[in-house]
T-cell receptor, first 114, second 116 residues
Framework: GDSVTQMEGPVTLSEEAFLTINCTYTATGYPSLFWYVQYPGEGLQLLLKATKADDKGSNKGFEATYRKETTSFHLEKGSVQVSDSAVYFCALRVTLGGGNKLTFGTGTQLKVEL | EAQVTQNPRYLITVTGKKLTVTCSQNMNHEYMSWYRQDPGLGLRQIYYSMNVEVTDKGDVPEGYKVSRKEKRNFPLILESPSPNQTSLYFC???????????????FGPGTRLTVL
C-alpha cells in the first residue's frame, strides 16, 4: 500500500540555521505530494505541494522538489526562525476515483531556539 | 471566513458512554473526512464521504460511525468508546479531486478525546 516515511524528530536548530526534513514515499500510480504544518494547539495547514515529477513547491521560504527517481520530497528552508517551530507532516495523495485521501508520515517536530 | 469547525475541542468521557463529535464546513465541499492523530503514527483516516449519503471506511474505522445527511456536516459517532480511542481527531474537507487541481484539504482545529 501507499506509505510515507519521515525522519524522526525532534529536530532542534538555532535561529538562521539551514533546515532539511527528509521524506520518502511508496505509492502506486503517480501521487501528488504535500507538506503540512501543525502549530501548537492548531489544526494542519497546507504548507506547499507538488503534483508531478520535478515540480518544486514553495511557500514562506520553504521548498520541496518532487523527485520521482528517488521517491523523495525533502523539505528545506535556508534560514529558520523561532516562529517556524511546529510539527511538519509529509503526505501523499493518489488519484482514487475522485476521492481525496491523504496518506501521512508520522510527523517531524521542529524546535528553533534563539 | 472559509473554515472547518469541530465541537467539542476537548472531551473527557468514560468507557461505553456514547458520544458525537460534530464537524461543519462552510465551503460547499463535497468531500469530508475524519482522521485520528497518534504519537508515532501520524494521521490515519477513519471514514470519508464523497457527498451526501455517501460514506466509506478509511484505514481505521473500527469502533466509529459517521453520517452525512447534509453537505456541510459530517459528525463522528463513538457508540461505545474505549480507552484505545483516546486520541486527537481532525475533520477535513475539500472539493473532489476531479473538480480541478485546486482541491486543497482544509482541516478543523482538532478534538482531543480522552476515554477513561
Amino acid at each position: 500500500g501507499d506509505s510515507v516515511t519521515q525522519m524522526e524528530g525532534p529536530v532542534t536548530l538555532s535561529e538562521e540555521a539551514f533546515l532539511t526534513i527528509n521524506c520518502t514515499y511508496t505509492a502506486t500510480g503517480y501521487p501528488s505530494l504535500f507538506w503540512y504544518v501543525q502549530y501548537p494547539g492548531e489544526g494542519l495547514q497546507l504548507l506547499l505541494k507538488a503534483t508531478k515529477a520535478d515540480d518544486k513547491g514553495s511557500n514562506k521560504g520553504f521548498e520541496a522538489t518532487y523527485r520521482k527517481e528517488t521517491t523523495s520530497f525533502h523539505l528545506e528552508k535556508g534560514s529558520v526562525q523561532v516562529s517556524d517551530s511546529a510539527v511538519y507532516f509529509c503526505a501523499l495523495r493518489v488519484t482514487l476515483g475522485g476521492g481525496n485521501k491523504l496518506t501521512f508520515g508520522t510527523g517531524t517536530q521542529l524546535k528553533v531556539e534563539l | 471566513e472559509a473554515q472547518v469547525t469541530q465541537n467539542p475541542r476537548y472531551l473527557i468521557t468514560v468507557t461505553g458512554k456514547k458520544l458525537t463529535v460534530t464537524c461543519s464546513q462552510n465551503m460547499n465541499h463535497e468531500y469530508m473526512s475524519w482522521y485520528r492523530q497518534d504519537p508515532g503514527l501520524g494521521l490515519r483516516q477513519i471514514y470519508y464521504s464523497m457527498n451526501v449519503e455517501v460514506t466509506d471506511k478509511g484505514d481505521v474505522p473500527e469502533g466509529y460511525k459517521v453520517s452525512r445527511k447534509e453537505k456541510r456536516n459530517f459528525p463522528l459517532i463513538l457508540e461505545s468508546p474505549s480507552p484505545n480511542q483516546t486520541s486527537l481527531y481532525f475533520c477535513a474537507s475539500s472539493m473532489l479531486q476531479d473538480r480541478g487541481p485546486d482541491n486543497e484539504q482544509f482541516f478543523g482545529p482538532g478534538t482531543r478525546l480522552t476515554v477513561l
